[in-house]
C-alpha cells in the first residue's frame, strides 16, 4: 500500500508530492491530462511559446522562494511600472502615458508624479496592511482614492483576479497589493511550464511512477487503514516513468475502473474537480480570454504591462511579452498578450483595433499581425473563499488554490497539506 495518493499534477500536488518523497514517503501522483502544470502550462505554436493564459510569476512571493530554484528558471522580469490608456487626466488626450517607478524610470518621473498624490500612497499603504472586512471593491469604495488611481488599481487587481466585480474578500486583494509592491513579476524564458517542469524534476523515480497521466479518478473509498482510488485511464501508460512513456505498457485496457491504495489521499485536481470528488458543491469559477499575436514589428519597446482604463473596452491589459523575454518569438517577431475578463464573445477586428489604440498606433498596423491562438479559458481561477476548499472525508486532505488564487497560494497549499499529512502515522 503506497504512503500517498495524490490527485492532480498541478503546482499544488507537485510540491505536495515533493515535500512528501523529500520525507522519504511513497507517494503517486494520477494526472487527468497528458502533461504536468495543471492551469499552468505553455505550448509551442510556429515557434512561439504561448502560455495557458497570460501568467507571470512574482518571486516575492514567499512560497516560490521556498519551493523553486528561481535562478535556474531564467527569469525575465517586467518593468517596475504600467503604461495607462485612458487617462487623459494626465496627458489631456487620449494617448497612452507611463507611470514607474522614477528611480528606476527616470524619464517618467513628471507623468508618475502626477499619477498618485501622497494621500494616494498613504491609502494604498493601508488598504494592503488592513483592508478591512468585505470584498476588494469594498476596500477600494471605503479608501475613496482619486478616481485615477482608484481606475488604474480596479483595472489592474481585475486582469489578476479575473473579475470586474473585484468579489473576492478584501484580504486577498490586499496581500497581491502587497506582493506586487515587494516584487517585479517575471516571465521564465522557456514559458510558464518551467514552473511545473522544475517540481517534476524533484520527485524520485521509484515503481510505481510518481506521476501518471491519463488517470481520471472517479471516486474515493476512506477505510479504517487507508483510502481506496477508482481511476479510469484514458490511454496506456507507462507505469516506470514519471514522464508519459512509450515502452512497458500496461495491458489493461483503457476505460477499465483500477483502483490504488494508499494510506492517505490528497486531493489537488483543481477546484471544480475537488470539490466533485468531495461531494461539494463546485466553487464559482472566473473566464479569462487570451489572445496571441505574432507580428514582425513590435508595438513598443517597453517592458511594461499596458492597462486599458477605458470601462467599454473588452480588453483590461496587453502585454508585450517577447520585449520582456525575446524567447517567446521565433527571432526577428514579437509576440504580444492581449486579455479580456469573462467569456463573452468579442470581434477579432475590434480586439486588434484596440489593441493599436492602445499604443498610439494606426489601426493599419493591424493588417501585418498574426493571430496565433485564442484562449477562451472557462475555469481560469476560482472566485476566493476564506476557507478555500476542505475535506469532509477522513483521510482525505485538499492543497489548491482556491483560498488563494495565485502560483502563491499553489505552491503553499501544496507544501503546507504534505507537511500536514507527515503528522499522521
Given at each position: 500500500?503506497?504512503?500517498?495518493?495524490?490527485?492532480?499534477?498541478?503546482?499544488?500536488?507537485?510540491?505536495?508530492?515533493?515535500?512528501?518523497?523529500?520525507?522519504?514517503?511513497?507517494?503517486?501522483?494520477?494526472?487527468?491530462?497528458?502533461?504536468?502544470?495543471?492551469?499552468?502550462?505553455?505550448?509551442?505554436?510556429?515557434?512561439?511559446?504561448?502560455?495557458?493564459?497570460?501568467?507571470?510569476?512574482?518571486?516575492?512571493?514567499?512560497?516560490?522562494?521556498?519551493?523553486?530554484n528561481l535562478k535556474n528558471l531564467d527569469l525575465h522580469a517586467w518593468a517596475r511600472g504600467v503604461t495607462l490608456a485612458g487617462a487623459p487626466e494626465l496627458t489631456g488626450s487620449a494617448d497612452p502615458v507611463t507611470v514607474a517607478m522614477p528611480l528606476r524610470h527616470p524619464r517618467h518621473t513628471v507623468s508618475s508624479l502626477k499619477f498618485?498624490?501622497?494621500?494616494?500612497?498613504?491609502?494604498?499603504?493601508?488598504?494592503?496592511?488592513?483592508?478591512?472586512?468585505?470584498?476588494?471593491?469594498?476596500?477600494?469604495?471605503?479608501?475613496?482614492?482619486?478616481?485615477?488611481?482608484?481606475?488604474?488599481?480596479?483595472?489592474?487587481?481585475?486582469?489578476?483576479?479575473?473579475?470586474?466585480?473585484?468579489?473576492?474578500?478584501?484580504?486577498?486583494?490586499?496581500?497581491?497589493?502587497?506582493?506586487?509592491?515587494?516584487?517585479?513579476?517575471?516571465?521564465?524564458?522557456?514559458?510558464?511550464?518551467?514552473?511545473?517542469?522544475?517540481?517534476?524534476?524533484?520527485?524520485?523515480?521509484?515503481?510505481?511512477?510518481?506521476?501518471?497521466?491519463?488517470?481520471?479518478?472517479?471516486?474515493?473509498?476512506?477505510?479504517?487503514?487507508?483510502?481506496?482510488?477508482?481511476?479510469?485511464?484514458?490511454?496506456?501508460?507507462?507505469?516506470?516513468?514519471?514522464?508519459?512513456?512509450?515502452?512497458?505498457?500496461?495491458?489493461?485496457?483503457?476505460?477499465?475502473?483500477?483502483?490504488?491504495?494508499?494510506?492517505?489521499?490528497?486531493?489537488?485536481?483543481?477546484?471544480?474537480?475537488?470539490?466533485?470528488?468531495?461531494?461539494?458543491?463546485?466553487?464559482?469559477?472566473?473566464?479569462i480570454q487570451t489572445w496571441w499575436i505574432g507580428m514582425d514589428e513590435p508595438v513598443s519597446t517597453g517592458k511594461f504591462l499596458t492597462l486599458d482604463l477605458d470601462p467599454q473596452s473588452p480588453l483590461v491589459h496587453a502585454a508585450p511579452i517577447s520585449n520582456v523575454s525575446p524567447s517567446y518569438a521565433p527571432a526577428g517577431k514579437h509576440?504580444?498578450?492581449?486579455?479580456?475578463?469573462?467569456?463573452?464573445?468579442?470581434?477579432?477586428?475590434?480586439?486588434?483595433?484596440?489593441?493599436?489604440?492602445?499604443?498610439?498606433?494606426?489601426?493599419?498596423?493591424?493588417?501585418?499581425?498574426?493571430?496565433?491562438?485564442?484562449?477562451?479559458?472557462?475555469?481560469?481561477?476560482?472566485?476566493?473563499?476564506?476557507?478555500?476548499?476542505?475535506?469532509?472525508?477522513?483521510?482525505?486532505?485538499?492543497?489548491?488554490?482556491?483560498?488563494?488564487?495565485?502560483?502563491?497560494?499553489?505552491?503553499?497549499?501544496?507544501?503546507?497539506?504534505?507537511?500536514?499529512?507527515?503528522?499522521?502515522?
Amino acid at each position: 500500500m503506497l504512503d500517498v495518493i495524490i490527485i492532480g499534477a498541478g503546482l499544488a500536488g507537485l510540491n505536495a508530492a515533493k515535500t512528501l518523497q523529500q520525507a522519504g514517503k511513497c507517494v503517486t501522483v494520477l494526472e487527468s491530462a497528458d502533461r504536468p502544470g495543471g492551469r499552468i502550462g505553455t505550448e509551442q505554436v510556429q515557434g512561439y511559446l504561448i502560455d495557458h493564459g497570460f501568467a507571470l510569476l512574482n518571486p516575492a512571493y514567499p512560497a516560490a522562494k521556498k519551493s523553486l530554484n528561481l535562478k535556474n528558471l531564467d527569469l525575465h522580469a517586467w518593468a517596475r511600472g504600467v503604461t495607462l490608456a485612458g487617462a487623459p487626466e494626465l496627458t489631456g488626450s487620449a494617448d497612452p502615458v507611463t507611470v514607474a517607478m522614477p528611480l528606476r524610470h527616470p524619464r517618467h518621473t513628471v507623468s508618475s508624479l502626477k499619477f498618485a498624490s501622497p494621500k494616494d500612497l498613504a491609502l494604498l499603504a493601508k488598504i494592503a496592511s488592513r483592508p478591512g472586512p468585505g470584498t476588494i471593491a469594498d476596500a477600494l469604495d471605503r479608501a475613496q482614492l482619486s478616481p485615477l488611481v482608484d481606475r488604474t488599481v480596479r483595472r489592474f487587481l481585475a486582469g489578476v483576479t479575473g473579475s470586474l466585480e473585484l468579489d473576492s474578500p478584501a484580504a486577498f486583494g490586499a496581500s497581491l497589493l502587497r506582493y506586487f509592491l515587494k516584487g517585479t513579476p517575471t516571465i521564465p524564458a522557456q514559458g510558464m511550464a518551467a514552473i511545473p517542469a522544475q517540481l517534476l524534476k524533484h520527485l524520485e523515480n521509484p515503481s510505481p511512477a510518481p506521476v501518471r497521466y491519463h488517470h481520471h479518478v472517479t471516486m474515493l473509498k476512506p477505510e479504517a487503514d487507508g483510502v481506496t482510488v477508482t481511476f479510469i485511464r484514458s490511454q496506456a501508460q507507462d507505469a516506470s516513468s514519471p514522464l508519459r512513456g512509450t515502452s512497458a505498457q500496461h495491458t489493461v485496457p483503457a476505460g477499465q475502473p483500477e483502483t490504488l491504495k494508499a494510506k492517505y489521499v490528497i486531493v489537488a485536481a483543481g477546484p471544480v474537480t475537488t470539490a466533485r470528488l468531495l461531494g461539494q458543491n463546485p466553487p464559482q469559477m472566473n473566464a479569462i480570454q487570451t489572445w496571441w499575436i505574432g507580428m514582425d514589428e513590435p508595438v513598443s519597446t517597453g517592458k511594461f504591462l499596458t492597462l486599458d482604463l477605458d470601462p467599454q473596452s473588452p480588453l483590461v491589459h496587453a502585454a508585450p511579452i517577447s520585449n520582456v523575454s525575446p524567447s517567446y518569438a521565433p527571432a526577428g517577431k514579437h509576440l504580444l498578450a492581449l486579455t479580456a475578463v469573462g467569456d463573452t464573445q468579442v470581434d477579432q477586428a475590434q480586439v486588434f483595433a484596440r489593441a493599436a489604440q492602445l499604443y498610439g498606433l494606426p489601426a493599419s498596423v493591424t493588417k501585418d499581425w498574426k493571430l496565433l491562438a485564442h484562449q477562451v479559458i472557462d475555469e481560469a481561477l476560482p472566485v476566493v473563499t476564506n476557507d478555500g476548499i476542505e475535506s469532509n472525508l477522513p483521510r482525505v486532505f485538499t492543497a489548491g488554490d482556491s483560498a488563494h488564487a495565485s502560483i502563491q497560494g499553489a505552491l503553499d497549499s501544496g507544501r503546507k497539506t504534505a507537511k500536514l499529512v507527515l503528522k499522521y502515522r
